[in-house]
């Protein structure tokens, strides 16, 4: 499973890069107006750490203007992955763009049929919002369990599962398990992946121990 990380804050994306397990970005406005940047040059600047897709979102939800700023995005740098919402403008834009050989991540999906036409569009990443979908009492992991049944049955389909809205490491595991090709995650998020108590009292015992041999490897 690949690992994004969906912020657009460049320590956070510098410190999960360097872990060397980072695979992509996803950002959006919302993370976009949190960051207090200037849009085009972050997403440069996100695109020159890391090698993987960074997904760009087009502001406009009318065709021709979404068209303009798709070209725009794509033009910042060749791992740009054009964002676009699971509209029937967004979904045109993104058959133009997948037909040109763009990557396009399409956002805001909250049904399998939507899903469905996605793929149809030749988008190279869905999002389907889990956590939005457990807001609101929906499963979403089940939607999750939906998308990849159906990709599945059609081994044409190139669309990658894009588990988005992730909250916690079990929306991680929970998708791994059916098989989900990314997810998008808070940095905070892909922390906790690491966390077992165990662990930490497992390596307390060994550092106790080793210091008993009064030994040194280096
Ligand atoms: O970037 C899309 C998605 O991951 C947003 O998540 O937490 O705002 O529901 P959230």
Not at 189 to 194: A, E, G
Request: glycine letters at 6%.
């Amino acid at each position: 499973m690949k690992f994004f990380v969906d912020t657009a804050d460049l320590d956070d994306i510098k410190d999960l890069a360097d872990t060397g397990l980072l695979d992509g970005v996803t950002t959006n406005p919302s993370l976009i107006a949190k960051s207090g940047k200037q849009f085009i040059p972050l997403i440069k600047e996100i695109c020159d750490i890391v090698p993987g897709p960074v997904s760009a979102e087009v502001a406009a939800t009318d065709y021709e203007t979404m068209r303009k700023e798709a070209d725009v995005l794509r033009n910042i740098a060749d791992n740009v992955a054009v964002k676009v919402p699971l509209t029937p403008a967004g979904l045109k834009v993104c058959k133009e763009l997948s037909d040109e050989g763009t990557m396009v991540n399409v956002t805001l999906c909250f049904s399998a049929a939507q899903a469905l036409l996605a793929a149809k569009a030749g988008a190279a990443f869905i999002s389907p919002f889990v956590g939005r979908l457990d807001d609101i009492s929906f499963n979403g992991l089940e939607l999750i369990a939906d998308i990849c049944t159906i990709y599945d049955n059609y081994a044409y389909f190139d669309t990658e599962v894009l588990v988005a809205s992730v909250r916690n490491p079990l929306h991680i595991i929970e998708s791994a398990k059916m098989g989900a090709h990314v997810a998008t995650c808070p940095a905070s998020v892909i922390r906790q992946l690491y966390n077992h108590p165990l662990t930490d009292k497992g390596l307390a015992a060994f550092v106790e121990d080793w210091k008993k041999t009064g030994q040194s490897i280096l």
